[in-house]
Every structure is written in structure tokens, then in C-alpha cells.
């Protein structure tokens, strides 16, 4: 039993970490709900320049042979920059699910996209592709899995509450994957898990430096007992949370046999976190954090949007139970 | 990061489990805070302790068998779901024993380590005051030196199991002049010392669960000090971060808790069928049992790594005793009609784990610590 992440772990995690703070600043997130893709200008390219687009495949077809015990730090880190790119759909779910499934679709496809020059996207059969227009292959996820090529595919669009999540309903000529559905939708749970921890670390930090500097009555709101517990409560969500998502990772990595529980553990108590930290980031702002102009709602919204992605909290505490014989 | 146990864990975990399904009391043992069965407890201590499990990861020479973390809390999961008796001696194995080890001096570690591990010297915390609970730095019990003595007067109140007890850990002002947090020291009291004594007060459930003690010119000699004169607070701090934290409730006891829940539920949903909303209440407390398992886990990794517990042990006290109170809330919940009836194990447990978030400092401590020493809001 070790729970430690190697060095090299925590050096990609931090290289990263400084990646997203020079190049995804809040002007970067809010640009693109503003532009046409809902993407970003370069920061795809720059994650697949360190290897990150494509860590999961396999080193014979150009990745890193990386897991999702590697992985995980990094989804956390996309968390906290609400990273408007697709490490989920791509690195976390589709490469790995392509690499599984071998044959034509692998054999035309996963090079490319551990190279970065496919984009590889994925959603719930009976949800929405985040971001398909800008992909080349969307996974539809549901008791098989589907590959859709979007070059030949009809996309209808939605907007998200999160204006850089553009919603598609995918449609077209599909081939059926020879891989696991249940271990690839378990994947995309798991990696958005870990995202909402990032969200939610992310929400209580900016809370807390607030509340440190906003004065009232003489004082800062961060020296009232009324907001220091809603923050503590906050802080306890997210340090019971992040352990489990990482033992779901390393669940996924080496295929136990109660993945699918622990899966389920670790997006119900990571979506539970970050709903709790969106409500509370803005409880302890004020009317300051209701406003479009302050950045606190560009992870807010990232927030609500990925505790409902992949199975919500009840989802999962149903799963829960019925893996558990109730 | 490797999640899985090792073969040495394994066989460590098999060994236990086998130890105790061969030892462990067919029927329950009497409550601990009655005379007969805290007597009863410490005669389990006694077999625990001969048998080498009293205090596993303790070194070999006060009867442990140098266990790692990783393998005193599989000993707990396997403790716990077994069914074994609580443990009598858990206060001072638990909680003064730590601070024996960091400032005990060799003689006082020979003298007291084992036999508190075997439970032939059991230990009540004397702390709390009637004027002086979650303000711990405003107790008044004076304790002035007099030549190689120091004499106590004063009070001390909610001593678990403190009617019973062999022996006190106390902290007290060794200089009647200081205030606050100056001038406290740290000593080990004998239950029979003339001038001292105890009576037992009723706690929730109706039995002589508590102590309040009386001193009234009570000596005590200075080889029973433990760590400097007037440096009683920063060695009591140093008992704290085991109470909140890893020591005192280890993630198996709620483990096997919540697998209990999960037993009562599916015995109950045969004959009444299923109840989706008591279900998910269940699987709640479910949750709260493994996310602080995993927890637990990822804090022992940092700890190997030479970090301090410090104060993140706050963010477990919290969990385990909110969660204690959640699991019995529940179960009571599932039994209907019966679950009034103070005849159930679940009552005795709910009775109990409502003291959790009060004593080791009450949870509105906690997230103030929290809140202030982990996240680093202004203190005023």
C-alpha cells in the first residue's frame, strides 16, 4: 500500500501546473465562450508538444505508455485552469478506449491522435459530444461503443451553461468498437472526478484569498466563524474526495474488480465537492461573484457542468448500491 | 503509487483475521463503564496483549511487534469486523502513550509503556474543567512545587472512564502565577494518591461513564512529569494531534460499521422490500467510511514522506465522528418501530457516537483549526 506519486509524477504534474498559469489565465478561458470553437489558440498544441495529448498511448504508436494513475494529477490540474480543451474526451477516454479496440478504426486513427493531429472526442450515447464540431472522431459511449467520424457526421449544437462547452448531438455512418463500454465510460467518470476536484480546489482557493482581503464591520469576512465553516466544510469535501479519485484511477489502471464501484465512489464525492465549493465560492463572495464580469463564474459553471457529466451524485450512490447488494 | 497490499500486508492482515476469529468473545462483553465490565475489558486486554496484538505498532520490547502504519490500520479493519470488544485502554494507548514515546524519558517509558499496553494500568485523561472545556488554555487547577513534589488542588471533570481508572494524565499549573497557555505542566497522576478523588457522574446512556475529580492537596513526585516544567502546553498539543487524528479511530471501525448498515438494510429489505430513499442514506454513510479509508491511506503516504500530521488531523476528528453519528442516525432510521428500543446495540452506538463531536475538542473547533491553520484565514 503506497499512496505516493513518484517524482516524476509530481515533475509532469508541476510542469503542467506552470503551462496552464502562463498560458490558460482566466482572459484565455473567457475567450473562448466567446470565440467560435469554444477552444483555445495554441494550448492543445503546447500540451501535445509535452506529450500530455497523447501520455496514454502506447509508446509503439508515439505516446508515453502512461496511465491513469499519471493521468490523474494532470485532469486535477485541468480542474483548476477550467482548461477549455479536451484532455478528457481524448487523452482520458478515447485514445486508451482506441487502443483496446485495435483493428481499422486504431489502425487509422491512433497514431494521429497520440500525436495530436487528430482530435479524438467522446460522449454518452444518449448525451452531447462536447466540442465534436472541432473533433475528427467522436466516441458515443453507451451499452457498445460507436465511432463517428465527424467529417461525414450531422452535428446539431446546443449552448452550455458553460460557454466553453459547445454541446453536439452526434449522427452518422458509425463502426462499433471491440472495447469495453462500461471500463470506457468508468474512464470518462473517473477523469471528469478528478477535474471537479481541480474545480472545486480552485473555487475554495479564490474564496479564501477573498474572504482574507474583503473587509466589513472593520474586519475580513474570512474572520467570521459564518464563513470560515462554510469554507472548512468546503475543505473537507474536497480532502475526502481527492483520495478516492485517485485510488478510482488507479482502479481503472490496473482493472480491479470493484472498479466500477469505486469509479462511482469517486465522482459522487467529487461532485458532491464541487457542488458545495461553487455554492459556497459564491455565498462568500456576495454579489460580487453573481456578476458576468468576475472570472468566479467561469469555474462555477465548469463545476455544475462536470458533476452532471458521466453519471451525477445520484447516479453513482445508485450504482453504489447496487454493487454493494441492496 | 501502488494501491494494492503487499505480500508481507497480506499475510500480516491473514494472521490477524485468523487470531481473532479464534479469540474473540462469543457474546459481547459487559458495557466498559460499569465495574464489572471494564474488568472484563481489561482481561481482554490482557489475552490481546499476551498474544502480541495489544499494540502492534508498538517496538517489541513493550509488547508490540513494530508494525507499520499501513499495518496497524489492516489490524483495525480486521479488528473492527470481526466484532471484537472495544478497547479499555485506548485512552492511554492512544493518546498518552505518543507522548510518552516524543517526551518521556527512558525511565518513565520503562515504567509506564507496558504496562498500560497490557491493561494492567488503565489511563483517563484529566483535561477539562468545569470552567474549561473547548478553552483549554483557561483550566485554574494549581499545581506549585514543593520540594521534589508538586501538590494539586483543583477539579478536573468528564474523565472517561475516570471512576475505574488506574491512573490520570493531567494538565495543570505548575506556576499559580502564569495564565493561558504559560506555565502548565503535564503530569501522571496515581488513581490511589492520597488527597484525589473521584466520583462518577452519569453520562448519557445512565452509566458511571464519567469522572469528576477532586484534589485537595494531592502530591505528586516530580519523576511523574512528563516533558519540561511549565511545557505542559506544547506536550498536550502534541496529544491532541492523536486524538483528532490518526490514532484514536482508525478507519475500520467505521468500515465495519458501514458494512453492518449495509448487512441491516438487505436483511430488512427482505421482508419489507426496498426503500430507495433509507437506501441512499446507506450508501451515504457507506461513502464516508471509505473516503476516509482512502484518506488515511493517502495521509500514512505523506507522513512516510516525513510530513507532519499536524493540522489536517482536524479534517479527520470531523469526518469520523460526523460520520459515527450519520451511521447510527441511519440504522435507527432503518429499524422503525424498534429503533427506540434500548435494548439494540445500534442505540448504545448512537448514544455514543454523539459524543464524538464534542469531546477532543468539539467540531466547531476543529474547522475554526481548520479554517485558520490549514487554509490560512484571519484569525480576527
Known amino acids: 500500500m503506497d499512496f505516493s506519486f513518484s517524482d516524476d509524477q509530481i515533475m509532469f504534474q508541476e510542469a503542467v501546473r506552470d503551462l496552464l498559469a502562463n498560458e490558460c489565465p482566466p482572459e484565455v478561458v473567457r475567450a473562448a465562450w466567446e470565440n467560435d470553437t469554444g477552444r483555445t489558440d495554441g494550448l492543445w498544441a503546447s500540451l501535445a508538444e509535452m506529450g500530455v495529448v497523447g501520455m496514454t498511448a502506447p509508446e509503439s504508436a508515439g505516446g508515453l505508455g502512461m496511465d491513469e494513475t499519471d493521468l490523474v494529477l494532470l485532469l486535477e490540474e485541468a480542474g483548476r485552469a477550467a482548461l477549455p480543451e479536451p484532455l478528457l474526451e481524448h487523452t482520458a477516454v478515447g485514445i486508451p478506449t482506441l487502443a483496446e479496440a485495435g483493428g481499422s478504426v486504431a489502425e487509422a486513427w491512433l497514431e494521429r491522435a497520440a500525436a495530436g493531429e487528430a482530435t479524438l472526442g467522446a460522449g454518452p450515447d444518449d448525451g452531447y459530444a462536447p466540442g465534436a464540431a472541432t473533433c475528427d472522431l467522436v466516441l458515443l459511449i453507451g451499452g457498445q461503443i460507436r465511432a463517428v467520424p465527424v467529417g461525414s457526421a450531422s452535428l446539431v449544437e446546443h449552448r452550455s451553461v458553460d460557454g466553453s462547452r459547445r454541446l453536439f448531438e452526434v449522427d452518422g455512418d458509425a463502426v462499433v468498437l471491440d472495447a469495453d463500454a462500461a ?67 488507479w482502479c481503472i489502471a490496473t482493472g480491479e474488480p470493484d472498479r466500477s464501484r469505486d469509479v462511482s465512489l469517486a465522482k459522487a464525492l467529487a461532485a458532491e465537492a464541487v457542488d458545495l465549493a461553487a455554492r459556497t465560492a459564491l455565498q462568500c463572495h456576495g454579489a460580487i461573484g453573481y456578476t458576468f464580469e468576475y472570472d468566479l463564474h467561469l469555474w462555477m459553471k465548469r463545476g455544475w457542468a462536470l458533476s452532471a457529466v458521466w453519471g451525477d451524485a445520484a447516479w453513482h450512490r445508485n450504482r453504489i448500491a447496487e454493487a454493494l447488494g441492496m | 503509487m501502488d494501491l494494492s497490499f503487499t505480500s508481507t500486508e497480506e499475510a500480516f492482515r491473514e494472521e490477524a ?177 492520597e488527597g484525589l478523588e473521584a466520583r462518577a457522574v452519569g453520562r448519557l446512556d445512565g452509566e458511571p461513564g464519567f469522572a469528576e475529580l477532586f484534589f485537595d492537596g494531592a502530591r505528586v513526585h516530580e519523576r511523574y512529569l512528563l516533558g519540561g516544567e511549565g511545557e505542559g ?40 422490500g426496498s426503500d430507495l430513499g433509507r437506501r441512499d442514506q446507506v450508501v451515504s454513510a457507506w461513502m464516508g467510511a471509505q473516503a476516509y479509508r482512502w484518506q488515511t491511506y493517502a495521509t500514512e503516504a505523506r507522513l512516510r514522506g516525513g510530513a507532519p500530521i499536524g493540522s489536517e488531523a482536524s479534517f479527520m476528528k470531523v469526518l469520523w465522528s460526523e460520520l459515527d453519528v450519520e451511521l447510527h442516525a441511519t440504522a435507527l432510521r432503518l429499524l422503525g418501530r424498534d429503533g427506540e428500543r434500548a435494548d439494540s446495540s445500534w442505540m448504545d452506538g448512537y448514544v455514543f457516537a454523539l459524543s464524538g463531536p464534542i469531546y477532543a475538542g468539539t467540531n466547531e473547533i476543529q474547522r475554526n483549526i481548520i479554517s485558520e491553520r490549514v487554509l490560512g484565514l484571519p484569525r480576527r
Open chain 1, 183 to 249: 471500463l470506457a465510460f468508468d474512464r470518462a467518470a473517473a477523469a471528469a472526478a478528478a477535474q471537479c476536484v481541480g474545480v472545486a480546489q480552485h473555487l475554495l482557493d479564490t474564496t479564501v484569498e477573498y474572504a482574507a482581503q474583503r473587509f466589513q464591520f472593520g474586519k475580513p469576512v474570512g474572520s467570521y466563524q459564518a464563513v470560515k465553516h462554510h469554507l472548512a466544510n468546503t475543505a473537507l469535501k474536497i480532502e475526502f474526495a481527492r483520495p478516492a479519485v485517485r485510488h478510482a484511477a
Open chain 2, 17 to 193: 483475521r485468523t487470531w481473532l476469529a479464534e479469540n474473540v468473545p462469543a457474546e459481547p462483553l459487559a458495557s466498559m463503564d460499569t465495574p464489572e465490565g471494564f474488568e472484563e475489558h481489561r482481561a481482554w486486554e490482557h489475552i490481546l496483549f499476551d498474544a502480541g496484538w495489544a499494540v502492534v505498532s508498538w517496538p517489541e520490547r513493550y509488547g508490540g511487534r513494530e508494525a507499520s502504519l499501513v499495518e496497524w490500520l489492516i489490524f483495525e479493519e480486521e479488528y473492527w469486523a470481526s466484532g471484537a470488544p472495544g478497547r479499555v485502554s485506548s485512552n492511554g494507548v492512544s493518546l498518552l502513550a505518543p507522548t510518552i514515546f516524543d517526551f518521556g524519558t527512558p525511565e518513565q517509558q520503562d515504567r509506564f509503556l507496558r504496562p498500560m499496553a497490557r491493561g494492567d494500568e488503565i489511563w483517563a485523561q484529566g483535561w477539562s474543567e468545569p470552567d474549561a472545556g473547548s478553552d483549554l488554555a483557561g483550566i485554574k487547577t494549581r499545581a506549585p512545587r514543593d520540594g521534589d513534589h508538586f501538590v494539586i488542588d483543583g477539579q478536573k471533570t468528564w474523565c472517561s472512564r475516570g471512576a475505574f481508572a488506574d491512573w490520570f494524565f493531567c494538565l495543570v499549573r505548575t506556576d499559580p502565577d502564569s495564565e493561558r497557555h504559560a506555565g502548565l505542566s503535564y503530569l501522571l497522576v496515581p488513581g490511589d494518591t
Open chain 2, 233 to 272: 502546553w506544547a506536550v498536550a498539543m502534541a496529544t491532541t494531534g492523536s486524538e483528532r487524528g490518526l490514532n484514536l479511530r482508525a478507519p475500520g471501525r467505521f468500515m465495519a460499521a458501514a458494512d453492518r448498515l449495509v448487512g441491516l438494510y438487505k436483511e430488512l429489505a427482505e421482508s419489507r
